[in-house]
């Protein structure tokens, strides 16, 4: 059965630092989908990127960096010289590809992410 | 373009009643999924629709249900409400079908069972 782990449950940083969120996955499929989500205090999850399985290049948008290992079954979230604005709960997401497809997601269980002033 | 939009963003109901919750797909958007949302078990799947047809179906109780509409608007039901059904219910649409396309989210309704 397809799991996430976010080990983190909460992290509180300073302004400015760096921080990496962890994600950790298993599935049994050869072809899926690892995704990362925000969710500020308003509620809504906002989409933040989407990798599939093929693709193991590391990206980059901003301040924001993404470390996908399958060897490890890793898809870890860094966030460089982080904003109070940052601070949200973080969830990493896995859709596996069946045939048909189904817009199915198996969450992880967040990691609550606080950067102080 | 719209975001997605779910009414009401917050309902408070007793045990034992009935509720239905709606949701606006962005423009253009034929998927609709649905996921609830609880301290305790976290973000799970409900189901999922795309064009009228349920596609998939999570782990829930009869009591939970839902559908779809021809202009891609859904909605879902809970019967016989239990404390345990109080969570923050999520709306998600997408582009296309398959598990391809991101989920866009609502902000959600907030219900509370007494």
């Known amino acids: 059965a397809q799991k996430v782990t976010q080990a983190q449950t909460e992290i509180s940083v300073v302004e400015k630092e760096d921080v990496t969120l962890d994600c950790v996955y298993e599935?049994?499929?050869?072809?899926?989908?690892l995704f990362w989500y925000k969710q500020p205090p308003s509620g809504e999850l906002v989409f933040l990127i989407r990798?599939?399985?093929?693709?193991?290049q590391n990206e980059i948008s901003g301040r924001y960096s993404w470390n996908f290992q399958k060897s490890t079954s890793s898809f870890n979230f860094t966030i460089t010289a982080s904003q109070v604005v940052d601070s949200a709960v973080y969830f990493c997401?896995?859709?596996?590809?069946?045939?048909?497809?189904?817009?199915?997601?198996?969450f992880g269980k967040g990691t609550k992410l606080t950067v102080n002033p | 373009k719209a975001g997605v939009t779910q009414t009401p963003r917050y309902l408070i109901k007793t045990r034992g009643q009935q509720v239905t919750l709606s949701c606006s797909p962005i423009?253009?958007?034929?998927?609709v999924s649905w996921y609830q949302q609880t301290p305790g078990q976290g973000l799970q799947f409900l189901f999922e629709?795309?064009?009228?047809?349920?596609?998939n179906k999570g782990n829930f109780p009869g009591r939970f249900s839902g559908r779809q509409f021809s202009n891609s608007r859904s909605e879902m039901n809970v019967s016989t409400l239990e404390l345990g059904d109080s969570a923050l219910y999520l709306c998600?649409?997408?582009?296309?079908?398959?598990?391809?396309?991101?989920?866009?989210f609502g902000n959600g309704t907030r219900l509370t069972v007494t």
């Open positions: 423009s253009g958007h034929r998927s």
């Open positions: 997401a896995l859709s596996e590809a069946p045939q048909g497809g189904s817009e199915k997601l198996v």
């Open positions: 629709y795309f064009s009228e047809t349920q596609r």
């Open positions: 599935t049994r499929d050869t072809t899926y989908y």
């Open positions: 998600a649409s997408s582009e296309g079908q398959g598990a391809y396309s991101p989920l866009h």
């Open positions: 990798r599939n399985s093929f693709d193991e």
